[in-house]
């Protein structure tokens, strides 16, 4: 059963600069084919979620605007789904959507190979020095290479800070470089991780032995400057930080000082404290670092499989079928989702 009226906005932070979908036309049919729903990128650019907005349309799929508690007025909302395009929702207050009786989702199996090709794609090219050797040749010096050897990876350890679904996958993928392979995660599962090809051991013991460290969990409360001056100090100052996950679980400051004490090599960072970053922001100086502004996985294969996968979650709440991911499981309960999907 389909609902005749179920109206859809896509916030415009989802279109190119030309005005097209940035993930391409082929998952809007997942939309168009869908009898009863009328879609439309939302006119205004916010930057959080309105209660105007949240009154005008049944699901809203969103990109980076902020959704809060303040996205509801007084009145029961229109919005019963909030679709996450990507698969963190740290933007997200879920409490609140479950307070409102709205769904969350987010599509954790289309980013799970993109953000860890990601993170090996920031391990090859800060032990091969890429981006130095680009400078080199680019600006003459092609003579100074005997002075930028890089790093071979065989024998090497490579450490997950999260062995969750993109921490098992870059493992996964990594076997190929025979490195030795460790997570840390206090809620991982040895076997797990085991069949992935790494070791859960504790968050001290990856930090003093990796030669590489990929920040790869959840932020959180607890995980938040969870890499602090403290932790740094424990990696080995042979090594590099990368951070594919969120930026505040680096404490920043903490990781500028350490770079510039030469306590650790160098880092890679597709996600910052402050985004988009501050043109001051001294990493963004520092020639060991490689920075790219929360966008490395973006490929046109990693967005149309993050659009079929939120967009699909928009449909089944349309025909009143439970989407297949949704983050704040526990509003299943609530009457007002139980009566949405068995109307009687
Ligand atoms: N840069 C990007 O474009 C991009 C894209 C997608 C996802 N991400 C981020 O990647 C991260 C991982 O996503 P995922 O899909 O693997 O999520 P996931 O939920 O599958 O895994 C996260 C893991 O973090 C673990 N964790 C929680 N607290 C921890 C702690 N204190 N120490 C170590 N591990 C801890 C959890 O147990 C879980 O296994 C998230 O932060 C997500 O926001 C970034």
Redesign the pocket.
């Known amino acids: 059963m389909t609902n005749e009226s179920f109206r859809v906005g896509l916030t415009r932070d989802l279109l190119t600069g030309a005005g097209e979908p940035s993930f391409g036309t082929g998952a809007l049919d997942v939309l168009n084919q869908t009898p009863g729903i009328s879609w439309e990128f939302i006119p205004e650019a916010v930057a959080a979620i309105t209660p105007e907005l949240t009154a005008r349309y049944d699901a809203i799929y969103v990109n980076t605007p902020r959704v809060g508690a303040d996205a509801f007025g007084s009145e029961a909302p229109r919005v019963k789904i909030i679709a996450r395009h ?5 933007s997200v207050d879920v409490p609140a959507m479950t307070a409102r009786g709205v769904l969350v989702t987010n599509t ?1 199996a289309a ?2 190979r ?2 860890a090709t ?1 993170a090996i794609t920031f391990v090859l090219a800060l032990a091969q020095k890429l981006m130095t050797k680009d400078k080199l040749t680019r600006t003459g010096r092609w003579n100074d290479r005997n002075d930028h050897m890089g790093q071979g990876l065989t024998g090497k350890t490579l450490g997950l ?9 870059t493992l996964r993928m990594a076997r190929a470089f025979d490195m030795r392979m460790l997570a ?5 599962n040895a076997d797990v991780v085991q069949a992935a090809g790494g070791t859960l051991v504790g ?1 001290d013991e990856l930090l003093a032995q990796s030669d590489f460290v990929v920040v ?5 409360d ?2 938040h400057h ?1 890499v602090n001056a403290e932790r740094l100090a424990k990696m080995k100052r042979s090594a590099y930080l990368i951070n ?3 930026g505040p ?1 680096v404490d920043e400051s903490a990781l500028v000082a350490a770079l510039r004490a030469g306590e650790i090599a160098g880092a890679g960072l ?2 910052f404290e402050q985004e988009p970053v501050d043109p001051s922001n001294p990493l963004l100086t520092m020639e060991q670092v490689i920075v790219t502004p ?5 490929t046109d294969e990693c967005f149309d499989a993050i659009a079929h996968s939120g967009l699909g979650a928009i449909v089944d709440m349309s025909a009143r079928r439970r989407p297949q991911y949704v983050v704040n499981r526990d509003v299943l309960a609530d009457e007002r989702v139980r009566d949405w999907f068995d109307p009687g």
């Open positions: 990507g698969v963190g929702y740290d954790p980013v799970r993109p953000v990601m800070v999260g062995a969750g679904s993109i921490g098992l996958e840390a995660d206090p809620f991982g968050l790869a969990c959840l932020l959180n607890d995980t969870l594919v996950a969120r679980i597709d996600v929360h966008s490395l996985c973006w």
